[in-house]
């Protein structure tokens, strides 16, 4: 029986509902942000976050900062690369398109490879083109982009950028991705992957967390320019992470221990099994979800199989059902769907995250009460009958 | 009686201790950052904000960002001022040096107007004469350095450049000063106030909390050079605020909930009675505590009484006296107090805090309890008989 109050599960692509263990954490009592107990606690947070990321180099840095996911965009637009320098940001919807925007603030020089269709992605023979007709500092990837649902593919892209423009970084938007879609930092040479608290790893908003690859971190310190930011400087920033997991306080600013506490408890609980088994789960509820849109008689927003994520699902909506009814009545049924974002499609879609405790804890029913609610809006909407 | 296990007392100059209601805050159900629950609390929080800061003009906007109080700085860096442009930093101490810092990184022409020595503050007829000699964009003040617990004098500072150059614009660094000092943003026009969560306002750490002036946003909006930074770019910021404030779901970056709902109980308790009575406790208990440093043969880094702080006393030890000797003493007692971090006397002093329900709940006993294990630590190391 969890401890928290009755209320509607939130099913929205993040935040998510975090397990009654992690909002406990959130209310531990007040310690030095410097003192031994909480420098311990950080220092584990740290090395934990190697370990979903699944790096084992030690030249791989992590950083936990307070921020937003977003804030993982300026760490990599003003630190990563120079002003000028030209990077190829494969755009697979509303967040793509947010990091691109972030790039051109620090003075990056911006392609966008924009896909062919919404709910679509950029293919390899295209980006490889690509990288053959211009020198990239480095690339984004949008691993999930949480507007689309559309699932980029990390392994043969890296693949193909090592054989093409083995000097590009490989920079990777994971905040929609990290914890419920398989990512090999190492294994598939990836410099940076940025990510949020609030989504699968399950942990209350407001830590943006990133890794990122020596060669990377050698880029930052072999920069020309100065890093473009103060707050998000990476240069500010290593001496203290590094610090943290050795065990030493260190001070550039405050970091939030209630925060840190709740992402301690949330790694814990998510590093207690192979990682893989997290993956395999996310997927199988995925595809009962994805089974039961079809048989609702309803489409995704991404249209191919391979395309489509594992910790949620776009759904496009009959004609005759409207967004800004069927979101009340399930609401009013205890579920809590997001509406849609991309700005193309932005009425015509609904977005159900699956990720997290909701699909890994087998006491809680909230993923079948939700394709219940779905399927009852739609009744009393008229669609089905 | 708290509901908190028992802990040793963090009497540090923030993180401070918090409210059990406060910390149960922490730990909210996970809920949408767009849903109406959510937005009419961070609108209600909006509101209580302008109160904290004495502002009923309506020109006057409220950030609350998910970052650390340092944020702050990168957002007055990064919107207020234009690269070229010139700033008179006022120097107290480590927290102006950062400051400083943190406007050059983007671009400012930053001229520092150093305090005459450690523990004093740069004068009027001084600052008087550096607005007379050159042109400034803007002119920082740090309200209190949290390194030597100086308090700057901000109404005579105020009145004294809108008459000397009333162009410039007022920007005051309130991190250890908001909610414990006096603070009259309309009257004493001032153009921003930076503050973070987890000091006198008494939330756990997090949040970059600010108020900019109708003049500061209207710099910004009139800006020619683009906004230096994204995550902290007031442009993206505005109309999210604004929205939310007026209880319309809003989004550019997710917002904590968790964190938000804190601040949002921590300003209800910080408005339940008048401000005039908060920082008159808060004097009070400055004066008992900085009365006791003296009484144990102890003197301030802070010289003369009017530039002491209510929320903090920085205390130099005897020569006899180790700080790494006395800190883990005090900390055996219950007490944590911070050690010293101003780069010209960082061994020589501690810093005690007291702010907040330390000061403002009377059932607390830790303010006293951590004068009796001063003395008797001092006792402990052979200074005190």
Known sequence: MSSQPPHAALLIPGPIEFDDAVLQSMGHYSESHVGPAFVAVFGETLAMTRKLFQTTDPASQPFILSGSGT?????????????????????????????????????????????????????????????????????????????????????????????????????????????????????WSLDAVITASQKAIGCPAGLSISMFSGRAIETVKARKAPVGSYFASMKNWLPIMQNYENKKPSYFATPSPQLIRALHTALTQVLAKPLSERFARHKEVSDKVKAAVARLGLKQVAGKEEDQAHGMTAIYLPDSVKATELLPILSKAGIVFAGGIHKEIQPKYIRFGHMGVSVMDPSRPEIYNA????????????FLV
Chains 1, 2 share one sequence.
């Open 71 to 187: 804030l993982g965009w300026d760490l990599v637009a003003a630190n990563i690369v120079e002003p000028g320098e030209a990077v190829l940001v494969l755009n697979t919807g509303y967040f793509s398109d947010g990091f691109a925007d972030c790039l051109r603030v620090y003075g990056a020089d911006v392609t966008s490879l924009t896909a062919p269709a919404v709910g679509a992605r950029p293919q390899l023979p295209e980006i490889e083109a690509a990288l053959k007709a211009k020198k990239y500092k480095a690339l984004t990837v949008t691993h999930v982009d949480t507007s689309t649902a559309v699932l980029s593919e990390l392994k043969d892209l890296s693949a193909m950028i090592k054989r093409t423009s083995p000097e590009t970084l490989i920079i990777v938007d994971g905040v929609c991705s990290v914890a419920c879609e398989e990512i090999q930092f190492d294994a």
């Open 371 to 382: 394709i219940k609610a779905l399927e009852a809006g739609l009744v009393q909407l008229g």
